[in-house]
């Protein structure tokens, strides 16, 4: 695999950010319907 | 380099066009509100100055009116709140309501849920309504209950002062408190100690931040003040809030200075970071991520905040474009995935410096982008003249 493709533990510090910060807006979003 | 100049702009009238969506859905007479307030009541009777008559029919066809309502404004937490207040004959306070706001939800919620409210029926309408003296505050949610009293004295004393003979308190005026001057003072040394070039002080200025924004006023710039501002809630003089001379100064760092000097050295938030980053260095911790990788999420705050922005606007309540972590970590508030975030970035930011406020932190963000806009712009007046 190209080095400059593989995934580093960066990357699933970001993607799980973005998993977290997405289901506080998510929740957010509920808790007004 | 067309296709980003034709991203951005596609995303600016996104955004335009939610704020429009939200500017224009607002309002209306609050019929329903007024029955929730004065459910005896038949109809509604408009009278002078926006307030209502409530008017009780008889099944003789008598009329008898129960009280009068009316609505103001004062400024809460994220925004302006609205509380609609129904007076009965006698001059007091019968029943209140909060009809429209924009608060962080987890601080409204709070309020709703203690027994704030029920401190209202039976007050005189002529009463101050002053937190801490006539009214008890709801603790870690200071800004949202001052908001409602505020509001709540407004409409009071309209309704005293056209329909009652009732003397009303002096109105304040305004007046700089303790934590304004605290933070006119450490607004105006920022630039001083840049342009100084001593850049060494910024630890303490972080730290100054930390205490007077962070934990005594808990109110670190956040996504819900801008959304405040763009959807047209401007304060009034008379109650500035805290957050509002924050984020005028830090604009004027912004437009004036051309540098955002908030992120490094005011942001309670940013000295959190610095902290956590410190810890990883003492224990060899730190990674550094490559160029590559910090280029390849570079636009990732700025993303989010756009994101959770044009979701605000469109569903009428911009509060909810707040994500920060500010709300669990300083004012202990927050919903279950808030509460995750706080450990999550605090853990992160030990490995990689500042990981929250590189590519999460909304605020910064929209700083740094009006920061490069402002340089850009310039640089194109220069090349045009």
């Known amino acids: 695999m190209d080095p400059r493709k593989k995934l580093t533990l960066f990357d699933a510090f970001v993607a799980l950010g973005l998993v977290i910060v997405l289901a506080v807006l998510l929740l957010n979003v509920r808790s007004i319907f | ?385």
């Open chain 2, 1 to 385: 380099m067309k296709r980003s100049i034709a991203l951005r702009l596609a995303a600016l009238a996104a955004l335009a066009l939610s704020i429009m969506w939200y500017l224009t859905s607002g309002g209306g007479d609050h019929v329903d509100s007024m029955y929730k307030l004065a459910p005896q009541a038949s109809r509604f009777v408009p009278m002078q100055g926006g307030i209502y008559r409530a008017v009780k029919i008889a099944e003789d066809g008598s009329q008898e009116t129960l009280g009068f309502i009316a609505s103001e404004q004062a400024a809460g937490y994220a925004g302006p709140i609205m509380v609609m207040v129904l007076v009965n004959l006698e001059g007091s306070v019968k029943n209140l309501l909060v009809v429209e706001n924009i608060e962080t939800p987890a601080f409204f919620t709070r309020v709703m849920a203690a027994e704030f409210m029920e401190q209202f029926p039976g007050k005189k309408a002529n009463s101050t309504f002053a937190l801490d003296e006539d009214i008890d505050a709801v603790s870690r949610a200071t800004f949202t209950s001052r908001g409602i009293a505020e509001a709540a004295r407004k409409a009071s004393h309209k309704i005293v002062a056209q329909e009652f003979d009732m003397e009303l308190p002096p109105a304040r005026g305004f007046a700089l408190s303790y934590e304004h001057i605290t933070l006119l003072g450490l607004l105006a040394l920022v630039p001083f100690l840049q342009r100084m070039r001593l850049v060494k002080t910024r630890y303490l200025t972080l730290f100054a931040g930390f205490l007077v924004i962070g934990l005594w006023q808990k109110s670190p710039l956040s996504l819900s003040n801008i959304s405040s501002v763009l959807g047209g809630n401007l304060p009034s003089l008379a109650d500035l809030p805290f957050w509002f001379i924050l984020l005028v100064g830090v604009l004027f760092y912004v437009v004036v200075l051309g540098r955002n000097l908030y992120c490094f050295w005011l942001c309670p938030m940013g000295a959190v970071a610095e902290g956590c980053a410190m810890a990883g260095e003492y224990g060899k911790l730190n990674m550094a991520p490559s160029s590559r990788h910090m280029k390849k999420y570079r636009k990732l705050r700025l993303a989010l905040a756009w994101l959770a922005l044009v979701v605000g606007f469109a569903s009428l309540s911009p509060s909810i474009a707040s994500y920060e972590i500010f709300a669990p970590l300083f004012a202990l508030q927050g919903n279950k995935a808030q509460w995750l975030m706080l450990p999550f970035f605090l853990f992160t930011g030990v490995f990689v410096a500042r990981f929250w406020c590189r590519y999460f932190c909304p605020v910064g963000g929209i700083l740094d982008a009006l920061t490069t806009f402002r340089t850009e712009v310039l640089k194109w007046i220069r090349a045009k003249s």
